[in-house]
Structures are given as structure tokens and as C-alpha cells.
């Protein structure tokens, strides 16, 4: 989302950082206050990927206009600020038909993308490995492929039927052939990838594999450096991690393999998943899931739910889970009256605490990950939890292959 458009007195170039307005309906099953939480996400993905938002536009309607999105009187209130504050982007917190867009571009003379694309977009700038990067390009392409006329921009300089089905239209095919080519060839790539990584893992021996699974930005890489002593990228921003990490990590001479993965999040795209098979291969092979959670968020528990269904979605939904309910300190500065007295908050805490050990039958653990406080008890756990998975595996010790395991992390 960032262009260099000009250069310094000394050739450095200068970014422009584009200038966005989000756009949401407000649909009959979807109340004012939760597309007022999905804009706020919109908002930080649309900085992640490098953009400002000025504002965003809402509409009540019954359903998505058909060539539109939204009713003529909000889009033409939407055309008049974009040319007022020279919007570069307008993005939309759902997918739009390539019908849609091509409309809606044509109407606001300027850049118009859905959730969908913002996604792939931030993907794009964070993969790193081949797979990652082969992963994300395979969904660009899913997501470019019916999309192909609207970006003939040169052609709206002709005008009327004639030669309209010629040359144009030849160029038009030829790029679709283009890009299923690439498709294929990137599914061809990406069943390489995958083959080699199902070799790795059975290389693996019989280790118990423990996954961190979240929501995006919760914190897990986090979590990932206190437990492994990883070198993991760690950022405030959504999907800081794209490429699952593993590490050999050994707790009281017990071995397991922990994975940092990528984080789940609201209306994730449909192609996104199905691209990222190989990746979430790690989650649906994994033993153990620690689902880390953003216990300051005020929608913790939508999000609890959105990767609660995300999992069930890769057949991993069944998997032992241990909740580890992150951030319990920025919970306590945000949520508890300074004028409380310290007996109160502790009453507080421990009603929250017992609420959630209830629901969750004993399977949560709250911590910080960034203060180390809970670290010990989740290490506890987790341990306990890794031993009887061997229990149940072994009756004469654990091996793994002729290696030894008498390192501690």
C-alpha cells in the first residue's frame, strides 16, 4: 500500500503513505456495534499493509446492492469526500464481484479493494520462505483471475462495440491463459513443498508436537521466545508471523516440538486456507494446541470463536487445547478502577479466573507473556500435559532416534 513517488535533494526516495476510507453495511443479522468492531480491525489491517484512514462510511441495508455495494445517495456521499481529501483508497470491510469493483472504481476514480484483497496484500510483504511466497501468489492469482478485465484500463480509451471483441478481447484471454498456467503451476510447486515437509516431519521421530494457535497479533511469537529461546520476528502488527516456525525444545529432559503459526482472524478468505495447507499441516499433526488469547481485547471472546471455527474448519477442532489467556496484565491496567482497592481486584481476578477454569474444565492458564508472569505455571502444565501424551505412547521411555536429549531449554 506504500508508493514511492518522488525522490530527495540527495536521490532517497520518499514513501506516500496512501490515504483510505473504509466503507461497512449494516446488514439485518449484523448490529451497528459489531460492524463498529470490524471497521476498528479493517483499520489496523489497512495500517499494517501501510495505509492512514481518514474515516469510515456505514450504511444500513437489507443486502449488498448488486452493482453497488451500497445505495446511490452513500455513494455518491462516499465520491465527494474522495475527491475533496484526495483519497487514493477506498476499502470495503467484505468481498466484492469483480462487477463490483470494476463499477465502484469507475464511479470514485480511485483504487477500491475488499478485506479479502487488503489480506492477500499484507501476506504478500510477509512471506519470506518459498512456500510462504508461492502460497500467497497462488491466491493472488485465485483472487486476480475473474478479476482480469477490470485491470485493461488502456481499453477504456476505446469507445462503442467496434474492435471492442478483437485485439482487446485476444489480450484479455491470453492473460487468462497466463494465469492458470501459473495456478497450476504454483499447485504443482506448493504438492513439492508439501511432499518435502511430509518427509521432514516423519523425520521428526515420535516427538510430541505442541502448536500455538491464536488469533492474529495475541501475542503468540511472543510466547514463542519465552518457551523455545527461538529467534522468532516479533511486531505489533497483524500477521507479523506468516511462516510456521518449529523448534526442538526440551523441558526436564522431556523433548517436543513447538510451532509458532500463522494467526487466524475474522472473514478469513476461503482461498487463504486452502492455500495455506501445507502451513496449517502443523496444527492439524500437532498433539497439543495452546490457543493464546488476547485477554485486554474487548472482543477476546469473538475471537476465541473465530479461531475456535477457523480449527474446525482444517479438521483440527478436537485437538487436547490448553487456553492461555495472555496480556493479564494490560487486562488489569485497562479494565480495573485505579480507586480499587487491591482486595477488590484480587476478588475480581480470581472470579474471572474460576469463570474461565469452569468453562474450559480446568484447561486455562493466565499469563504475561511480556512481564513473565504465569510463565512457570504454563510451562507446568504444558509439561504435564506432554508427559501423559508419552504415557500413553510408551511404556519403556522416550526415544528419538540415537539423539540425546539431555539439553534443557
Not at 242 to 257: G, I, S
Not at 263 to 285: M, Q
Request: net charge negative; glycine share 4%.
Amino acid at each position: 500500500m506504500k508508493e514511492l513517488v518522488k525522490l530527495t535533494s540527495d536521490k532517497t526516495p520518499i514513501e506516500h503513505i496512501e490515504k483510505a476510507i473504509l466503507v461497512g453495511l449494516i446488514l439485518p443479522n449484523q448490529p451497528e456495534i459489531k460492524l463498529d468492531e470490524y471497521l476498528a480491525e479493517l483499520e489496523f489491517l489497512a495500517q499494517t499493509a501501510g495505509a492512514t484512514v481518514l474515516r469510515s462510511f456505514k450504511q444500513r441495508l437489507p443486502h449488498p446492492e448488486n452493482a453497488t455495494f451500497v445505495g446511490k445517495g452513500k455513494l455518491e456521499e462516499i465520491r465527494e469526500y474522495v475527491e475533496v481529501k484526495e483519497i487514493d483508497l477506498v476499502i470495503f470491510d467484505d468481498d466484492l464481484s469483480p462487477t463490483q469493483q470494476a463499477v465502484l472504481e469507475r464511479e470514485l476514480k480511485c483504487k477500491v479493494v475488499d478485506r479479502t484483497f487488503l489480506i492477500l496484500d499484507i501476506f504478500a510483504g510477509r512471506a519470506q520462505t518459498a512456500q510462504a511466497r508461492a502460497q500467497v501468489e497462488l491466491a493472488q492469482m485465485q483472487y486476480l483471475l475473474p478479476r482480469l478485465r477490470g485491470l485493461w484500463t488502456h481499453l477504456e480509451r476505446q469507445r462503442g462495440g467496434i474492435g471492442m471483441r478483437g485485439p482487446g478481447e485476444q489480450e484479455i484471454e491470453t492473460d487468462r491463459r497466463v494465469v492458470r498456467e501459473k495456478i497450476a503451476r504454483l499447485k504443482d510447486l506448493l504438492e513439492k513443498i508439501d511432499r518435502q515437509n511430509l518427509t521432514a516431519r516423519k523425520q521428526r521421530g515420535d516427538l510430541v508436537r505442541v502448536a500455538l494457535v491464536g488469533y492474529t497479533n495475541v501475542g503468540k511469537s511472543t510466547l514463542m521466545v519465552l518457551l523455545s529461546k527461538a529467534d522468532v520476528f516479533v511486531e505489533n502488527k497483524l500477521f507479523a508471523t506468516l511462516d510456521t516456525t518449529v523448534r526442538k525444545v526440551v523441558w526436564e529432559q522431556t523433548p517436543f516440538l513447538l510451532s509458532d503459526t500463522v494467526g487466524f482472524i475474522r472473514k478469513l478468505p476461503h482461498r487463504l486456507i486452502e492455500s495455506f495447507k501445507s502451513t496449517l499441516d502443523e496444527v492439524r499433526e500437532a498433539d497439543i494446541l495452546l490457543h493464546v488469547v488476547d485477554l485486554a481485547h474487548p472482543q477476546h471472546e469473538d475471537q476465541i470463536k473465530v479461531v475456535n471455527k477457523t480449527l474446525a474448519d482444517i479438521k483440527a477442532g478436537d485437538k487436547p487445547m490448553l487456553m492461555v489467556f495472555n496480556k493479564f496484565d494490560l487486562y488489569k491496567t485497562t479494565y480495573f478502577d485505579e480507586f480499587l482497592d487491591q482486595e477488590t481486584k484480587d476478588e475480581m481476578m480470581q472470579e474471572l479466573i474460576e469463570n474461565w477454569q469452569t468453562r474450559t474444565e480446568n484447561n486455562s492458564v493466565f499469563i504475561s507473556a511480556t512481564e513473565r508472569e504465569g510463565i512457570e505455571e504454563l510451562r507446568s502444565l504444558v509439561l504435564e500435559k506432554i508427559q501423559a501424551e508419552y504415557a500413553q505412547r510408551y511404556t519403556g521411555g522416550i526415544q528419538y532416534g540415537n539423539q540425546s536429549w539431555e539439553q534443557e531449554v
